[in-house]
């Protein structure tokens, strides 16, 4: 049974930087970031491209954002999509996953979709909402933290991860939206010829027209939205530090460890 | 206008998720604020000592029983959920940030057109507006969101930030029916899996040394070993490496693996996710080896070395005489 399968990206800055709260407090300073393809949507493009290999049907790589994001969408074109959109919204402090949500619903209205898929969480903003809420504005079926996927009888068996390790499945009628756990599968490499092809497809641009509206504002919700402020988050309990050369660390660390009794000679 | 706290109580096979009692203490801060009281609500089957347990927290429990409710599914409790909003007109709906939590309330926040704010670590109301404080970025960045609305605004609550409620009387549990048109819920339960019977038992070992993304390569677990062996410890992980199949999932410690309190905890470069970090918070003794001092495993260490794992432990080995 081919499958339209559409699978939403999202570029982050790499959470392992450090981040520093830029003048005013409405966002972080950007000036020097460096941004790659959230963790767990790269999962999500892996399943969609197994899914289309094993049952026919199309990819389809989704994002809004800015320009760099294109370099992304390439990259799932090399990996494997057919297509690639952005939805060219260019608002760099977008705290509000409501927004984005409504964007990506009006977006998801305008292409086939029998499966969306979307990480289980992104790692910049952590929230894990977007996807549930598209499953809700769109009215899809929809289940989360998803490590299996199986196509039966026109509909999907799907395994959910809870806490404690346990797996929860379920039977999920289609149209339906996944958001994909990270280590579900074991995500390709793109091979020179297919990033290189990738280079010269062309990428959709959707506008605020092309999705019956006249701005982005439209987008917001129902609902007030307002960056009160951004802080460093204020050090809870802090560890006593142990400064100093290896060597002087490790008499400490010995030191703690016979003094507590984890060492008996 | 008196609102009520609406607190949505999660449960798995006849027990209640252990962070009901934090949503139940923040509800009553909220509710010292919207003017109203905590309202529990149990959706399930056949739950009727769930929800007199839910009750001796003091408050009324909504306890909707149906066969339609008797295994989790998002668009059954959406619905649910959407009625007793309706018939409560609450000012918050406050949901635990679990697997289960934020399927639910992106889905019931999308489907019936309401505010939402998730993984919060902290949640106030001020003259009616929502202000949500939230971790960002490896929980290096803090912020505090305003949302505005007349609607109830829909929360999930991070575990582990808010201090649990204690019991107290005056509880009662209230029958409610809740129309579910079962033909709109697009997903069936099948089964629940339990994971395999691990090699060791984390959760009994007293001495855990744990690695993370930071010892860089699979031949470096050696020197880990090495390092438990002779503390007496077994080794755990962190998710990134059972990901990557170094060591079996029974070895992972954190939400979607093991929870875990021995004496002592040695974290060898784990940044300390929240996510590692809520399933070995409680140990004893915490000590982290990080070459990144900024990293938030410092935080619940008591003990801190920033430094590389690789290079210290086998000086520290050397000390011990091993």
């Given at each position: 049974?081919?499958?339209?399968?559409?699978?939403?990206?999202?570029?982050?800055?790499?959470?392992?930087?450090?981040?520093?709260?830029?003048?005013?407090?409405?966002?972080?300073?950007?000036?020097?970031?460096?941004?790659?393809?959230?963790?767990?949507?790269?999962?999500?493009?892996?399943?969609?491209?197994?899914?289309?290999?094993?049952?026919?049907?199309?990819?389809?790589?989704?994002?809004?954002?800015?320009?760099?994001?294109?370099?992304?969408?390439?990259?799932?074109?090399?990996?494997?999509?057919?297509?690639?959109?952005?939805?060219?919204?260019?608002?760099?402090?977008?705290?509000?996953?409501?927004?984005?949500?409504?964007?990506?619903?009006?977006?998801?209205?305008?292409?086939?979709?029998?499966?969306?898929?979307?990480?289980?969480?992104?790692?910049?903003?952590?929230?894990?909402?977007?996807?549930?809420?598209?499953?809700?504005?769109?009215?899809?079926?929809?289940?989360?933290?998803?490590?299996?996927?199986?196509?039966?009888?026109?509909?999907?068996?799907?395994?959910?991860?809870?806490?404690?390790?346990?797996?929860?499945?379920?039977?999920?009628?289609?149209?339906?939206?996944?958001?994909?756990?990270?280590?579900?599968?074991?995500?390709?490499?793109?091979?020179?010829?297919?990033?290189?092809?990738?280079?010269?497809?062309?990428?959709?641009?959707?506008?605020?027209?092309?999705?019956?509206?006249?701005?982005?504002?439209?987008?917001?919700?129902?609902?007030?939205?307002?960056?009160r402020g951004l802080t460093p988050p204020a050090a809870k309990g802090r560890a006593e530090m142990v400064a100093g050369r290896v060597a002087d660390q490790a008499k400490r660390l010995a030191l703690i460890l016979r003094d507590r009794g984890f060492v008996r000679r | 206008m008196?609102?009520?706290?609406?607190?949505?109580?999660?449960?798995?096979?006849?027990?209640?998720?252990?962070?009901?009692?934090?949503?139940?203490?923040?509800?009553?801060?909220?509710?010292?604020?919207?003017?109203?009281?905590?309202?529990?609500?149990?959706?399930?089957?056949?739950?009727?000592?769930?929800?007199?347990?839910?009750?001796?927290?003091?408050?009324?429990?909504?306890?909707?029983?149906?066969?339609?409710?008797?295994?989790?599914?998002?668009?059954?409790?959406?619905?649910?959920?959407?009625?007793?909003?309706?018939?409560?007109?609450?000012?918050?709906?406050?949901?635990?940030?679990?697997?289960?939590?934020?399927?639910?309330?992106?889905?019931?926040?999308?489907?019936?057109?309401?505010?939402?704010?998730?993984?919060?670590?902290?949640?106030?109301?001020?003259?009616?507006?929502?202000?949500?404080?939230?971790?960002?970025?490896?929980?290096?960045?803090?912020?505090?969101?305003?949302?505005?609305?007349?609607?109830?605004?829909?929360?999930?609550?991070?575990?582990?930030?808010?201090?649990?409620?204690?019991?107290?009387?005056?509880?009662?549990?209230?029958?409610?029916?809740?129309?579910?048109?079962?033909?709109?819920?697009?997903?069936?339960?099948?089964?629940?899996?339990?994971?395999?019977?691990?090699?060791?038992?984390?959760?009994?070992?007293?001495?855990?040394?744990?690695?993370?993304?930071?010892?860089?390569?699979?031949?470096?677990?050696?020197?880990?070993?090495?390092?438990?062996?002779?503390?007496?410890?077994?080794?755990?992980?962190?998710?990134?490496?059972?990901?990557?199949?170094?060591?079996?999932?029974?070895?992972?410690?954190?939400?979607?693996?093991?929870?875990?309190?021995?004496?002592?905890?040695?974290?060898?470069?784990?940044?300390?996710?929240?996510?590692?970090?809520?399933?070995?918070?409680?140990?004893?003794?915490?000590?982290?080896?990080?070459?990144?001092?900024?990293?938030?495993?410092?935080?619940?260490?008591?003990?801190?070395?920033?430094?590389?794992?690789?290079?210290?432990?086998?000086?520290?080995?050397?000390?011990?005489?091993?």
């Amino acid at each position: 049974m081919p499958l339209n399968v559409v699978v939403c990206l999202k570029q982050i800055p790499n959470p392992d930087l450090q981040f520093q709260v830029a003048p005013g407090g409405q966002d972080i300073r950007r000036e020097t970031l460096s941004y790659k393809t959230n963790g767990a949507d790269e999962f999500a493009l892996e399943e969609a491209v197994r899914i289309k290999e094993k049952h026919g049907g199309r990819v389809l790589a989704l994002t809004v954002g800015p320009k760099r994001t294109e370099q992304m969408l390439r990259e799932a074109l090399a990996k494997g999509a057919d297509e690639a959109v952005r939805v060219a919204f260019d608002e760099a402090a977008s705290f509000d996953p409501g927004k984005i949500a409504r964007i990506l619903a009006a977006a998801l209205r305008t292409v086939p979709h029998d499966l969306v898929f979307t990480g289980v969480q992104s790692d910049d903003m952590v929230s894990s909402a977007t996807g549930g809420l598209v499953a809700g504005i769109l009215g899809m079926a929809h289940a989360s933290v998803v490590t299996k996927v199986q196509v039966a009888d026109g509909g999907l068996e799907v395994s959910c991860e809870l806490e404690g390790g346990l797996e929860r499945s379920y039977a999920v009628r289609l149209p339906a939206l996944l958001t994909i756990q990270f280590g579900t599968n074991q995500p390709r490499y793109a091979p020179l010829s297919a990033i290189m092809r990738a280079a010269r497809q062309p990428i959709r641009e959707l506008t605020p027209s092309d999705l019956g509206a006249a701005s982005w504002n439209a987008f917001a919700g129902s609902y007030g939205f307002r960056i009160r402020g951004l802080t460093p988050p204020a050090a809870k309990g802090r560890a006593e530090m142990v400064a100093g050369r290896v060597a002087d660390q490790a008499k400490r660390l010995a030191l703690i460890l016979r003094d507590r009794g984890f060492v008996r000679r | 206008m008196s609102q009520e706290i609406l607190v949505v109580a999660e449960h798995l096979e006849g027990a209640l998720s252990p962070v009901i009692p934090e949503l139940i203490a923040k509800a009553r801060d909220l509710a010292a604020s919207s003017g109203g009281g905590v309202l529990t609500v149990l959706l399930g089957h056949d739950a009727a000592p769930l929800a007199e347990s839910l009750a001796s927290f003091g408050n009324e429990v909504l306890y909707a029983d149906d066969p339609v409710l008797g295994a989790y599914t998002a668009g059954g409790y959406a619905q649910a959920l959407a009625g007793l909003i309706e018939r409560t007109a609450p000012r918050v709906v406050l949901i635990a940030h679990t697997s289960q939590g934020y399927d639910l309330a992106p889905h019931l926040a999308g489907s019936a057109d309401l505010p939402l704010a998730t993984n919060c670590v902290d949640v106030a109301l001020s003259d009616g507006v929502l202000v949500a404080t939230r971790r960002m970025l490896n929980d290096k960045i803090q912020g505090d969101f305003e949302i505005t609305s007349e609607r109830p605004y829909v929360v999930t609550l991070r575990s582990g930030v808010t201090k649990p409620a204690q019991p107290a009387v005056g509880g009662r549990v209230t029958r409610v029916h809740v129309a579910l048109d079962p033909s709109k819920i697009p997903t069936r339960f099948l089964r629940l899996d339990r994971p395999a019977v691990g090699d060791i038992d984390l959760a009994t070992a007293d001495v855990i040394v744990a690695a993370g993304r930071g010892i860089q390569k699979k031949e470096n677990l050696a020197l880990i070993e090495a390092f438990a062996r002779r503390i007496g410890g077994v080794v755990g992980a962190s998710r990134p490496l059972t990901d990557l199949d170094w060591l079996p999932k029974t070895r992972q410690v954190g939400q979607s693996g093991q929870t875990v309190r021995p004496r002592l905890y040695v974290a060898c470069g784990i940044s300390g996710a929240m996510q590692h970090v809520s399933g070995m918070k409680d140990a004893d003794l915490i000590i982290a080896v990080n070459t990144d001092p900024s990293a938030p495993i410092f935080e619940v260490a008591h003990v801190g070395f920033v430094a590389n794992a690789l290079e210290l432990l086998p000086a520290v080995l050397k000390e011990l005489g091993a």
